[in-house]
């Protein structure tokens, strides 16, 4: 199975496969493959007689065989693109044309959220007819990469505390995180090409003190006004700051100070790779390693899972989120 990459490669340079069957858990590349094809393969004039786009809730697979066996008109490629097929309940009819698809047609099966049966005929036959990928999800730590990755190929940069603030705001959705990033491109100032937090700040509106990342640094320091002024400033600010995210970030945290009680080497780019984490955030946590005891940091683990229950509802019934917070960092801290 190839991925995103070569598969988007082979498109710009018009190598096709007869059949794609994009599927998995990120939507995000399954609608970039689909959306190149879509865009590229049929000049606009050719579009209203070869190209067929049908919606995995409104067909099956005896109106997607027949759609797949016309013969282009005026145009090298019959394009059919069926969309949400994820929700096609007889898809595994589909074996019958993967067995022998036709070379003059383009069969782009969007099947988002869910994957094929490995063991199953029709993934081995894609596998050898046709393009059979499968989009995977992207971990919260995994996203700073990603957006440098995507960045260089806009021949871009972002600084790293940017990445943090731009993630910890949008989670791992990449197409949102994406949709921001070419908002950003779009408001550099002429021959500047790296994105820094005030860019974030004042172009997206996160505020480049008061954020998860901070918090982390200021708990780290052992900073107790600093912390406490973010605390407030979240708790004024609920829609903007998710106690849940907070409690999230701490967590992966705290999760990788522990960890570094436990590594042999102790240098930065051993705890780099050993916690697969940015070179760049190695002095916080190795500051917080030295400032809270191993015994510590396994009871701020517990208090992060304790207030995680309450701000959900759980031996909570009436303590408002902002109260949640403080009484939060200062067992953290104290």
Not at 43 to 52: A, D, G, R, V
Not at 181 to 204: A, C, F, M, Q, Y
Not at 288 to 312: C, F, G, M, Q
């Amino acid at each position: 199975m190839r991925n995103f990459n070569q598969i988007m490669s082979d498109i710009e340079n018009r190598i096709y496969k007869p059949v794609y069957f994009l599927m998995g858990e990120e939507p995000y590349f399954i609608d970039q493959i689909t959306d190149l094809i879509a865009s590229s393969v049929l000049e606009e004039s050719q579009k209203p007689f070869n190209l067929n786009i049908l919606y995995g809730k409104d067909t099956n697979v005896s109106t997607i065989d027949n759609t797949a066996r016309r013969f282009p008109m005026g145009a090298e490629f019959n394009l059919v693109i069926v969309k949400e097929a994820q929700n096609i309940v007889d898809i595994d009819n589909l074996i019958f044309y993967a067995q022998s698809p036709l070379q003059s047609t383009l069969l782009v099966i969007a099947y988002k959220y869910k994957t094929l049966d490995k063991r199953k005929k029709l993934f081995k036959t894609i596998q050898k007819n046709g393009e059979l990928f499968e989009a995977k999800k992207i971990y919260d730590n995994q996203v700073p990469k990603w957006i440098q990755n995507y960045l260089n190929t806009k021949n871009c940069s972002m600084e790293p505390a940017a990445g943090v603030m731009l993630t910890e705001y949008l989670g791992s959705d990449l197409a949102k995180i994406s949709n921001e990033l070419d908002k950003l491109l779009l408001t550099l100032p002429e021959g500047n090409s790296r994105i820094t937090p005030e860019h974030v700040e004042t172009n997206i509106g996160i505020s480049k003190e008061f954020n998860n990342f901070e918090l982390m640094k200021a708990l780290a320091k052992k900073n107790i006004l600093k912390a406490n002024r973010i605390v407030q400033h979240f708790g004024q600010s609920q829609k903007v700051n998710n106690i849940n995210m907070t409690i999230s970030s701490l967590f992966y945290f705290f999760s990788k100070v522990l960890a570094i009680y436990f590594l042999r080497n102790d240098t930065n780019a051993s705890i780099a790779k050993a916690l697969h984490i940015n070179p760049y955030f190695i002095g916080d946590y190795q500051l917080a390693s030295k400032n809270y005891s191993r015994t510590k940091v396994v009871e701020i683990i517990s208090i992060l899972r304790e207030y995680d229950l309450k701000s959900k509802g759980f031996e909570n019934p009436s303590v408002p989120v902002d109260e949640l917070l403080q009484e939060m960092i200062f067992k953290i801290l104290h």
